[in-house]
Structure formats: C-alpha cells, structure tokens
C-alpha cells in the first residue's frame, strides 16, 4: 500500500525555537518514523522572502541553521525529503494558475494572514506576495499531493483556504488532479508556547524564544528570566498557576504529571519559590535539549555534507512537483505541444 504524503516546513529566518519543536517538529519526526508516510519537509525560502525581501542576507544564513535544527530533532533525510522552496520551479507556477481561482476580498479575510500582517505592522503598505501566501502555501502542498499538513493550530485557516483551492480547481476544470489536504495537529494545549515574557506567543522577532541551538547556560539564563506570577513575591505567598509561564512550559515538557501536579498544588497554598521551579523546570528542558543540541553540533561539522542533502532532496522534489504541474497543465488545457 502507497505511503500517505506529508508537506510541511519553516521559514528560514532565523533559527528554530522550542515552540516549533513542540508545534510541529516533533510531530513530524514521530510521523516519520512510524513508516506510514513519505513526508515532504520545505525550508520556505521564498516564503520567508514576502516580508524579508529587502533583506535576503538573512534568509541566506539562515537556510543551514534550519537545515541543522532539522536534523537535530531527528528529521532523517533517508526518510523524508527535505528541500529547497525556491529550487522548485513548478511550485511558482501553480501559484499562478491559482491566482486566478482566489479574490483578494478572501485573501484579506484570513485570519492566520490578517494577525500576522497586524503583529508585522503593514498597515496599508503590504506586499503583493505576502498577501498571496496562502495561495503559495496552497501549491507548495498540492504539487507533493500532500493529505497530511502538520502544522500548529494557528494553520487551520491556511489549510481551509487551500482546500477551497482544490475544490475549485478540480470542479472548473472537471478533474481530480489536487488532492485536499488535511491538517495534524498537536495535542490540544500544546500547540502553543507562550514567550518568555508570558506573550501569548513564542516568537522570533519578538525576541523571547528559546533556541534549539541555545547551550545550557543560555537555556538556564532565559528560564531564570521567565514570567510567572507577579503578586508572588515572597515564597509563603500563594501563587497562581494559570498564566504562568514556568507551569505552561512543565505541563508540555514534564512526562511526570504526578510531579507537576503536586507543584501546582505546593505553589498555590504557598511555601515554593519561583527560583525552585524554574530551577526544576530548567532540568526538564535539559533532558530534551541536550541530546537535541550535541547531535546539531556534529552537523555543524559537516556543513558540506548537510547542503549536498539539501541539492539531493530538491531534486528529488523537483521530479515529483514536475509530474503534478503537468497534469495541472493537462486539466487546463495549457500542454499545446506534449509529444
């Protein structure tokens, strides 16, 4: 039986944080290995170009920190294709014969698109490709024929609009070439980590991330500075859990539940310091960051090696977006000389 198809990937702005691990990396690598999918992973290059176009250094360097952030989690390049966006030709024009299927009212409507381009300030002043994201979106995962997308569930309405893109598709032009995709999501509560700075997202650009990349000392540095309750200020005094960040994070990264409830409780009638959890939190994200971080330091001694893996696998997704644009072709009558 034919393996279901995943696409997934990141921008290439910056290295990856333990947000992304926990919104979809490690749902991508448990995906992976269970052997039932043959996934797609995407360093979004030209995506990451919409709001960065003025600056493409950035996305230059930061092609390989993806790539080594990739590996690092486990993403195993004999197992699932990892690629280049802006090395797939047919992936830009899909867009544009998908161009033509979308209003710029719909575009405007989507609430993944109109959040971000208020967090990114735009205002009136918001680029053409930006705004066309989706659609892009759309052909980067109906060129791999893609029916598994993980993502976190910020996504959905990208998914959304990229079945309403296949849907339409295959009814104007009477086919069934665009397969809809659907979404894998974490598990509800994880999808999202909050900043450091208890915002209501992990971001790059805001500047309160933890890294896949940070050595320990950082890691503990940036747990030590962690929001949590600002009323607890003495360690008798009672504390509140909810809104608090170090109590989020040990939900998500602590396998010992018992333990985490017992903190909760401990905090809440008072008598345990904010120094002691996040000291203790500091050693759970240890116990999954380390091994995450020595295996990014080996790779980051074959760097040649690791950008002959990113050529392969563009090939290799070259040959698979090709076949689809040409029965994309065919579907709309635009394959005048096929021999």
Not at 34 to 57: F, K, V, W
Not at 145 to 163: C, H, N, S, W, Y
Not at 182 to 197: A, C, I, V
Request: charged share 25%; proline share 5%.
């Amino acid at each position: 039986m034919a393996k279901k198809v995943i696409l997934t990937g990141d921008r290439p702005t910056g290295k990856l944080h333990v947000g992304h691990y926990i919104g979809s990396l490690k749902n991508r690598v448990m995906l992976q290995n269970s052997g039932e999918y043959q996934p797609y992973i995407m360093i979004a290059d030209t995506q990451a170009l919409t709001d960065n176009a003025r600056d493409p250094e950035k996305i230059r360097n930061s092609l390989i920190q993806v790539a080594l952030d990739y590996l690092a989690v486990g993403i195993d390049p004999e197992k699932s294709t990892i690629f280049v966006q802006s090395q797939i030709s047919a992936l830009f024009e899909l867009t544009a014969y998908y161009m033509d299927l979308v209003t710029v009212s719909r575009l405007e409507r989507n609430p993944t698109v109109k959040a971000e381009i208020k967090q990114k300030n735009f205002n009136d002043s918001i680029p053409v490709g930006f705004l066309n994201y989706p659609v892009s979106q759309a052909a980067d995962i109906t060129a791999f024929k893609a029916t598994l997308v993980p993502v976190g569930d910020d996504q959905e309405p990208m998914l959304e609009q990229a079945r309403e893109i296949v849907r339409t598709f295959n009814r104007v032009y009477d086919c069934n070439v665009l397969v809809e995709p659907e979404g894998y999501f974490p598990e509800k509560g994880q999808g999202r980590l909050p900043g450091l700075d208890g915002n209501a997202k992990m971001s790059k650009s805001l500047g309160n991330a933890i890294y896949l990349s940070d050595d320990s000392e950082t890691v503990q540095k940036k747990v030590m500075s962690m929001y949590t309750d600002p009323n607890h200020i003495h360690v008798e005094d009672p504390g509140k859990v909810e809104g608090n960040t170090v109590f989020t994070y040990l939900d998500i990264f602590d396998p010992d539940k018992n333990k985490v409830a017992q903190l909760k409780e401990d905090y809440q009638k008072g008598g345990l310091g904010d120094v002691k959890i996040k000291r203790y939190l500091n050693e759970v994200l240890e116990n999954e960051l380390a091994p995450i971080r020595q295996r990014r330091a080996e790779y980051e001694q074959k760097q040649d090696e690791v950008y002959e893996m990113l050529i392969e696998g563009s090939e290799k997704a070259n040959q698979v977006a090709n076949q689809t644009l040409s029965e994309v072709r065919d579907a709309i009558g635009l394959n005048y000389f096929k021999r």
